[in-house]
T-cell receptor
Framework: QKEVEQDPGPLSVPEGAIVSLNCTYS??????FMWYRQYSRKGPELLMY????GNKEDGRFTAQVDKSSKYISLFIRDSQPSDSATYLC???????????FGTGTRLQVFP | DTEVTQTPKHLVMGMTNKKSLKCEQH?????MYWYKQKAKKPPELMFV???????INESVPSRFSPECPNSSLLNLHLHALQPEDSALYLC?????????????FGAGSRLTVL
């Protein structure tokens, strides 16, 4: 079983929709969870990171962690065509410099 | 300067060539990374340097040879590569922010091995 599992999509939504992106993880030896966004032919860029269970909000983005069910989510409100990208969840393996990525979900927001 | 700069952006090489990928950051970050990313796949960790010392080698074949000349530079020397090594090679550096190890990635070097 992979440490971080993510539905690869693609996910296609109309502009203005609320998007929900999800990951599950299997190893509890973690510290932080992160969401990266990667545009085509670019490097990943960090969107948000969170440690504790609950929600963390930043503008149109909300990250949610449920440690009891080992489930992490990213919600995008009022989605825009510029949000079209691949979204990678990642977790930091405890006490290491290793960042383990999920497979990424490709999102397309159409006008 | 809040960027990780990678050169070259594109590289085409034959299986007998020797080439190098370069990465530079001036953010004072303590750790630097090489990741390999194939199309429609997530980045896969290759090497980590922490305080200029190699701390993680993910069992990468010896035809890939990393080098960290100083705290701002990271190189990846390539020799006798195979066509299946064609990929996007990403460099990253990291710092600690509120307890989290936050990585900043470069735009990548796209490598094609003929």
């Amino acid at each position: 079983q992979k440490e971080v599992e993510q539905d690869p999509g693609p996910l296609s939504v109309p502009e203005g929709a609320i998007v929900s992106l999800n990951c599950t993880y299997s190893n509890s030896a973690f510290q932080y969870f992160m969401w990266y966004r990667q545009y085509s032919r670019k490097g990943p860029e960090l969107l948000m990171y969170t440690y504790s269970s609950g929600n963390k909000e930043d503008g149109r983005f909300t990250a949610q962690v449920d440690k009891s069910s080992k489930y992490i989510s990213l919600f995008i409100r009022d989605s825009q065509p510029s949000d079209s990208a691949t979204y990678l969840c990642a977790k930091e393996r405890y006490n290491t410099d290793k960042l383990i990525f999920g497979t990424g979900t490709r999102l397309q927001v159409f006008p | 300067d809040t960027e990780v700069t990678q050169t070259p952006k594109h590289l085409v090489m034959g299986m007998t060539n020797k080439k190098s990928l370069k990465c530079e950051q001036h953010m004072g970050h303590r750790a630097m990374y090489w990741y390999k990313q194939k199309a429609k796949k997530p980045p896969e960790l290759m090497f980590v340097y922490s305080y200029e010392k190699l701390s993680i080698n993910e069992s990468v074949p010896s035809r890939f040879s990393p080098e960290c000349p100083n705290s701002s530079l990271l190189n990846l020397h390539l020799h006798a590569l195979q066509p299946e090594d064609s990929a996007l090679y990403l460099c990253a550096s990291s710092h600690i922010s509120q307890g989290a190890n936050v990585l900043t990635f470069g735009a990548g070097s796209r490598l094609t091995v003929l």
